[in-house]
């Protein structure tokens, strides 16, 4: 069976995906779970892929969220005095 997943990007907000060959038995258990929670087929496919990701997302916000941060300081700035001595080897 294939597999293949389409992605359209459009501008910076919103991106298109189509899935193709997906089984009658999945699309009918989308619609039912859908139906059960008041919204669309494809709001409820966005849901499901917002909650399954997350993690992923939120990985990657902190990731940007660091690189964002200015370079102020030199490293001497940061650096910490030991109170307590290393042992001689």
Known sequence: MDTTAIIAIRGDEVSQLIVRNVGQEIVGALKRRAARHGRSAEAE???ILRVALREDVERASFKAALASMPDVGADEDFAFERDLP???L
Do not use: A, I, Y
């Open 45 to 47: 496919h966005r849901e």
């Open 86 to 88: 290393r042992p001689s």
